[in-house]
């Protein structure tokens, strides 16, 4: 295909740019409160195209899916499991249909909300969990599989096996750290980003790098850790737009597409090579990035 490897795209020195939020994207076309987000590329597939399109329309060179919490695990929780396979293969052919041929699409599988450290699943669990979800969005369309928003290694580790040894796609995977106390970046199993770069890599990541929970500001700290042990490997971020409040019920992250973009060149420079959006994040975040992404580029 004409898009090519994402991999082999960075090496030759190209800033990439991916997409923004999903989730807020689908509750203001009317997603409600208990319902599975992840049902609607059956139900509502009109919906996901739009939000797909939308982030292409705005610059984005890929696009992720609407897959997040597509695994059996997670969609047994709707009674939907037995609908594993047809929700991810959905959701990945809507992302390609608004890709074309020479962009890319991103399958999204997030953590399942269970621990092997509970013993609320096994890592064989874990594993063939993983395994269908991402045979499912291979067999839809997707380039790569992004395994994001973990806090756990092994469960990443999983998730990372998992698609590499039953895909063909090249493999990203993102981990969400907060800033403690103490000034560390840490996630809530307290692996910090040195420990978990190594560790994915070490597992079979192509691309590595961290999403939501900072906003761009502490992504460039967060990059700069990750950089510092993995010299060569691709980094993806894809940052929240600030730090949220709540105001009447909800979260309102307050950065502006402007905002967030006048601290691209700082995260560029820190070693990231695809940098997108997460929550609070829209078309006009990805469009504004894209502006100072390519005019960085230029220089």
């Keep these: 295909m004409s898009r090519g490897k994402i991999v082999d795209t960075i090496k030759k020195g190209k800033i990439l740019v991916s997409d923004g939020a999903w989730g807020t994207f689908l509750y203001q076309k009317g997603l409600t409160s208990g319902e599975c987000p992840d049902h609607w590329s059956i139900t509502h597939p009109e919906a996901v ?64 909300g269970k621990m092997v450290i509970t013993k609320e699943v096994t890592e064989e669990d874990l594993y063939n969990a993983f395994k269908e979800q991402a045979i499912a969005l291979e067999k839809g369309g997707v380039d790569a599989i992004c395994i994001e928003t973990m806090f756990a290694l092994d469960e990443a580790i999983q998730a990372i096996k998992a698609a ?15 800033l403690t106390k103490k000034g560390e970046y840490r996630t809530m199993m307290g692996v910090n980003p040195e420990m978990y770069a190594l560790a994915v890599v070490d597992a079979g ?31 993806l971020v894809h940052a929240n737009a600030g730090l949220p409040t709540h105001v009447d019920g909800k979260d309102i992250f307050p ?22 959006g997460c929550c609070g994040t829209t078309p006009d975040h990805i469009k504004a990035i894209k502006k100072v992404v390519t005019d960085f580029s230029r220089v």
């Design 205 to 235: 990541a192509d691309i590595i790098g961290t999403n939501c929970g900072n906003g761009m500001e502490r992504m460039v700290d967060i990059v700069k850790e990750i950089r510092a042990v993995c010299p060569d490997t691709p980094i």
């Design 255 to 276: 950065e502006s597409p402007e905002e967030m973009a006048n601290l691209v060149p700082a995260l560029i420079e820190a070693g990231a090579n695809i940098i997108g």
């Design 164 to 178: 590499k040894e039953n895909t063909k796609c090249e493999i990203i995977s993102t981990f969400t750290f907060e």
């Design 49 to 112: 195209f739009d939000i797909a399109q939308s982030y292409f329309d705005a610059g984005s060179d890929m696009v992720e899916t609407n897959s997040f919490g597509a695994s059996s695990l997670t969609l047994s929780q709707y009674d939907l499991a037995d609908q594993t396979a047809e929700i991810n293969e959905a959701a990945a052919a809507l992302s390609r249909k608004a890709a074309g041929e020479n962009r890319w699409v991103i399958g999204s599988m997030g953590p399942s």
